[in-house]
């Protein structure tokens, strides 16, 4: 084959090899976007294989995302239940009758713990049984370790606290007594801060309103319903357990609460009342906390609330 020939053979052949190339590279793409769309339509399963078969991919991705922590723990229950459970048990039952039914509840409770020995002096005048235990503290001292003021109240008004270590496991669904009850001295009475209710609120309307309203929510006497802001609901003490409530004194946080005429509409103040309630029984001394708002010349309570207000306390 001459030279001439060859070249021009040559020349044809080099545009048929690109434009195979370049139907085979346009038959990829578009078996490429067939595959996609049917990964998309076969729905989940089939996009799982899709990622599952690109093992780079996913590695990658996997790599890029942070692991998230797996929380564990397991939130510390209070035994203070049981350990009130346990002295209840405990001061009620003797060891001279460790059958009894106070005396096996004591000992499932705490097994390594002697039981009082209080049948055989009876009659020289044991510690008697108390009327009524509470806790009133609990500490947690260590991982599982708690240790419990129990308060027992006796029938003629003497009260003892006891200290009682208790041990629970790491669910907080068991414990155990580890220790005989330490008799201690009572909690210290906190300090009281200043309370914020500063203002005193002269017999007028606001008064008038507290009076009122405190007189249908505990006897009975009205609807609560006629005293309420629009949007509140409260419903009054149900059966009504006095007869009559009288206000003694009004105390506000805000200035407003002491003007002469009802403030402008939409002017709130925040009162404790001390009333007398009477019943059957006597006389009971009670305090409310109360939000009143102005609306058309008229005090309506806008909340019954509870605790007291501070100095620097939020509201």
Not at 25 to 36: D, G, N, P, Y
Not at 204 to 210: E, F, H, P, R, W
Not at 249 to 265: F, I, K, L, P, R
Not at 280 to 302: K, M, N, Q
Request: glycine share 8%; with cysteine.
């Amino acid at each position: 084959m001459s030279p001439g020939k060859h070249a021009s053979e040559s020349e044809a052949a080099a545009p048929m090899a690109a434009g195979a190339r370049l139907e085979a590279m346009r038959r990829r793409v578009r078996l490429s976007r067939l595959a996609l769309w049917a990964v998309i339509a076969a729905g989940p399963i089939a996009l799982c294989v899709a990622i599952t078969s690109s093992p780079t991919t996913v590695e990658a991705a996997t790599q890029s995302r942070p692991t998230a922590a797996v929380r564990t723990s397991v939130q510390a229950a209070d035994p203070a239940g049981y350990a009130q459970l346990f002295v209840h048990a405990w001061l009620r039952s003797s060891a001279d009758d460790a059958a009894s039914a106070q005396a096996r509840l004591a000992q499932s409770m705490a097994p390594d713990i002697e039981l009082p020995n209080t049948t055989a002096h009876a009659d020289a005048g044991a510690q008697p049984r108390p009327a009524s235990v509470t806790a009133v503290r609990s500490a947690q001292r260590a991982d599982g370790a708690w240790s419990v003021t129990v308060a027992a109240q006796f029938a003629e008004g003497a009260v003892r606290y006891y200290a009682v270590p208790v041990t629970a496991d790491r669910t907080g669904a068991s414990f155990t007594v580890t220790g005989a009850p330490a008799v201690v001295a009572g909690p210290a009475r906190a300090e009281v801060r200043k309370s914020s209710y500063g203002v005193s609120v002269p017999e007028g309307d606001l008064s008038a309103a507290v009076g009122e309203f405190l007189a249908a929510y505990l006897t009975g006497a009205g609807e609560v319903d006629r005293y309420l802001a629009p949007g509140v609901s409260l419903s009054p003490v149900s059966p009504a357990p006095y007869t009559a409530v009288d206000v003694q004194q009004v105390s506000a946080v805000e200035e407003a609460a002491a003007a002469e005429q009802v403030s402008a509409d939409g002017t709130k103040v925040r009162v404790l009342a001390q009333v007398e309630a009477r019943d059957t029984g006597g006389r009971w001394p009670l305090a409310y906390e109360l939000a009143l708002t102005a609306r058309s010349g008229r005090w309506e309570v806008s909340a019954l609330e509870s605790g007291t207000a501070l100095d620097g306390g939020a509201r």
